[in-house]
Structure formats: C-alpha cells, structure tokens
C-alpha cells in the first residue's frame, strides 16, 4: 500500500505540497446512482415533481459543488477548473438514474475530488427533491472511472 500522503512523518493531517509539480492538463471522471421507483423517474421525465426541473437542478449542484470542493474537504487544494460536465443516463430498465461528471484543469494537482464531489452532490440532490414522492431510494456505487494528466 502506498504512504498516506496527508499524513506527516509525526501522523498529523496536512496538506500536500504540490509547488514543485509541474502543471499538466488533467481530467477525472466519476459515477455514482441512485436507485429509484419507475413513478419517481416518470415524474422526473414529465416535470411533474413539486419541486421543479429535478436533472437541471440536480446538474447546476453538482457543477456548482465541483468548483466548492475545497470548502468542503479540509486538505484539497483549492483549484480554478476549467469545465465541467454533469451528465445523466436512465437505462432501459428504468429502475434508477446513472450520473456522471468530467471534470478537466491545467493545474498541478488532480481533479478526482471534484468530479466525485459533483456527482454526489448531484445523486443528493435527485434525492431531496424526491424524497417526498419515493422513500426507497438508495444512492450508491460513486467511484473515480478514470484519471489522466499530460
């Protein structure tokens, strides 16, 4: 296993020091769902749902968080993106909704933070904005899918 890197020599917290990498153009990717009932995607679809444009919504949070990111984990380091993407699939079995975030830099660290960050905020969000129509609904598998840089 790889050293904790914001871990110090003596086992305190700290932030990593990235002033002598070189600064690349880096993207990440993340995914996460949500698993909901087939009348909680129809309201979704048809716009019936009390609150409003739920995707729309849920999409401007998870760009808006993406660019927080560093409000809200106390070691990232705070970065300038340069575009991100929120995207959403519903597959032919209409028992959840799939979301996605690209998120891309120049800078000298990466973006993994901030794509998983707005896709979480984005699956959150679906959920508050539903949560009064589907008390079932469950939020999983948010992971990184990809990393590059150079």
């Known amino acids: 296993m790889s050293e904790l890197t914001h871990i110090d020599a003596d086992g305190e917290a700290h932030m990593v020091d990235v002033s002598s990498k070189p600064v690349q153009d880096r993207e990440a990717m993340a995914r996460g769902e949500i698993s909901l009932a087939k009348s909680t995607l129809d309201a979704i679809e048809e716009g019936s749902t009390t609150k409003g444009n739920v995707l729309a919504v849920a999409r401007l949070a998870g ?27 519903i597959p032919e079995s209409r028992n959840r909704i799939i979301v996605t975030s690209l ?6 660290t990466g973006v993994e933070m901030e794509a998983l960050t707005a896709v979480s905020i984005a699956v959150l969000t679906i959920y508050d904005m539903c949560k009064a129509i589907d ?3 469950i939020i999983s598998e948010v992971k990184v899918t990809s990393k590059t840089k150079g």
Request: proline letters at 6%.
């Open 135 to 137: 008390k079932e609904m």
């Open 103 to 108: 998120v891309r830099i120049s800078a000298k």
């Open 63 to 89: 760009i808006m968080a993406a660019k927080k990111t560093a409000d809200l984990i106390p070691l990232c380091h705070p970065l300038s993106v340069t575009h991100i993407e929120v995207d959403f699939e």
